[in-house]
């Protein structure tokens, strides 16, 4: 009922965003896939057929249903505004220019609507309305065994880059995928231990100029080598800091966890690792609280405070105590290998990495 041109432009107009002291989506996200949603239910479309007002009604009593502390009101107003006196032949337009983009730059799509997009991210709260990629996409099955190596873009020297160099290995070795967001530090050296069955997700369009700029190249060989980079965002759409905490639920959403090398306490890691326990996916973070010169660092505070009781982690990112307690501190990865290939079922993981990061290979 909507064709892939129009589901371009759904993912146009969670992309629009306003510019002020803080950048923010134009449009409620969750409410723009209930709009969406109640109209697939519906087989109404909502840029052209009669029946809008219903859709608009329906999505409304789901949002506040579904979101019962967020005030519905001047959301609505402005997704009503949009839909009601919509503009088609505007955002056809972009949305063909969009398409015109991908197809120059061997950029593939994959809509909601299409039977390959993946099962992981459609069970997100929202999920993509467009997947935009290069590369090879793994297949679902071959998703059951992904993991996310994220963490600081300045990692420790003596841990932290190694231990995400050897994890990639570890995963790459095993039959695991990594998947992460080409970040400068654990991101990035995660990915080059797992060339071979590695993907990033990225806070920008594909068509635009890759940031970081230093990893350009480390992003042709994720190509080269079997694996992808993705997108949620249209081709032409310039990398701003909100779309790298929007992309970060994407981390954990596409693979079954997540695994934080090192974090500072104002590191938007966080967020990933705060949408990784409200999906209830599995969250590893390294334990470094018994390592003496290295728990002093500032690189590795959200590693602590993420593994005390507190639920204040750092500026707004919250986690409960009942979510934090899911939280596996993890001090040794030879022991961690034994979770990759089944032979622990049950992960308490109590051990000391005093000895392992200095080593050519931490397992």
């Known amino acids: 009922m909507y064709t892939k041109e129009e589901m371009i432009i759904f993912s146009i107009l969670y992309s629009e965003i306003i510019q002020g002291r803080f950048v923010r989506q134009k449009y409620d996200s969750e409410l723009l896939y209930l709009v969406l949603k109640n109209s697939i239910n519906e087989n109404i479309n909502i840029f052209k057929d009669s029946g809008k007002t219903s859709i608009l009604e329906k999505a409304g009593k789901e949002y506040?249903?579904?979101?019962?502390?967020?005030?519905?009101?001047k959301r609505m107003e402005i997704i009503e505004n949009l839909f009601l006196n919509f503009d088609y032949?505007?955002?056809?337009?972009?949305?063909?220019?969009?398409?015109?983009?991908a197809e120059e730059n061997s950029i593939k799509i994959v809509t909601l609507l299409d039977k390959n997009y993946p099962k992981n991210l459609k069970e997100l709260s929202v999920p993509p309305f467009v997947i935009y990629y290069k590369g090879y996409l793994p297949k679902d099955r071959e998703l059951e065994k992904s993991l996310a190596i994220i963490g600081t873009r300045t990692p420790d020297k003596k841990y932290g880059n190694r231990i995400a160099k050897n994890l990639g290995e570890m995963l790459l070795n095993r039959g695991w995928w990594n998947i992460s967001g080409l970040a400068t530090g654990c991101d990035e050296y995660g990915h080059i231990g797992s060339l071979g069955a590695t993907g990033a997700i990225l806070g920008q369009g594909l068509a635009t100029d890759l940031f970081p700029e230093q990893n350009r190249e480390l992003a042709r060989k994720i190509i080269e080598n079997n694996g992808f980079l993705m997108s949620e965002l249209p081709p032409s759409t310039k990398s701003v800091n909100l779309y790298f905490i929007l992309r970060n639920r994407l981390q954990s959403g596409l693979t079954k966890g997540i695994f934080v090398v090192e974090t500072s306490d104002n590191s938007g890691t966080l967020h990933t690792v705060k949408y990784s326990l409200e999906q209830g996916k599995a969250t590893y973070?390294?334990?470094?609280?018994?390592?003496?010169?290295?728990?002093?660092?500032?690189?590795?505070?959200?590693?602590?405070?993420?593994?005390?009781?507190?639920?204040?982690?750092?500026?707004?990112?919250?986690?409960?105590?009942?979510?934090?307690?899911k939280i596996i501190g993890v001090k040794k990865l030879r022991d961690f290998e034994n979770i990759l290939i089944g032979k622990e079922e049950k992960i308490n993981m109590n051990f000391s990495l005093e000895n392992c990061a200095v080593q050519e290979k931490l397992w």
Request: overall charge positive.
């Open 64 to 73: 506040v249903k579904t979101y019962p502390k967020k005030d519905l009101g």
């Open 89 to 101: 032949d505007k955002y056809l337009k972009k949305a063909k220019n969009e398409l015109n983009l």
């Open 285 to 325: 973070v390294l334990d470094v609280r018994e390592v003496a010169d290295l728990r002093r660092e500032e690189v590795v505070k959200g590693n602590i405070k993420l593994l005390d009781e507190k639920e204040k982690i750092a500026g707004n990112v919250t986690i409960s105590k009942k979510l934090k307690e």
